[in-house]
């Protein structure tokens, strides 16, 4: 069991940047592969960004390669999201999820969720 739980949400212009942070709670935090995904308004959830359980293998959705990248500190129980060159189209409210079968791009494969941290791109 881990609970989630999302900061660095707000609001920035275009082009501008932004560091989601993720807390995880529970002393086994380290064993499980962590993602982040989004939710814009009217759409559905979509995978942004996932990291191994040792935070040697890195994903990225073709729509924020190269502008966001994904860590994690396992003696923090942390894993962060810096954004870079935010667009209108990133506009979302960020979920950071854990999963205990590994990295993976779709939802059904995290088992927990935080509540979401909303990011706001204005252009």
């Known amino acids: 069991q881990v609970t989630l739980e999302e900061s660095g949400g707000g609001l920035v212009q275009d082009g501008g940047s932004l560091r989601l942070s993720c807390v995880g709670s529970g002393r086994t935090f380290s064993i499980y592969a962590m993602g982040w995904f989004r939710q814009a308004p009217g759409k559905g959830r979509e995978f942004v960004s996932a990291?191994?359980?040792?935070?040697?293998?890195?994903y990225y959705a073709d729509s924020v390669k190269g502008r966001f990248t994904i860590s994690r500190d396992n003696a923090k129980n942390t894993v962060n999201l810096l954004m870079n060159s935010l667009k209108p189209e990133d506009t979302a409210v960020y979920y950071c999820?854990?999963?205990?079968?590994?990295?993976?791009?779709?939802?059904?494969?995290?088992?927990?969720w935080g509540q979401g941290t909303p990011v706001t791109v204005s252009s």
């Open positions: 990291i191994s359980w040792s935070g040697r293998s890195t």
């Open positions: 999820a854990a999963s205990s079968h590994g990295v993976g791009r779709q939802g059904y494969e995290y088992s927990y």
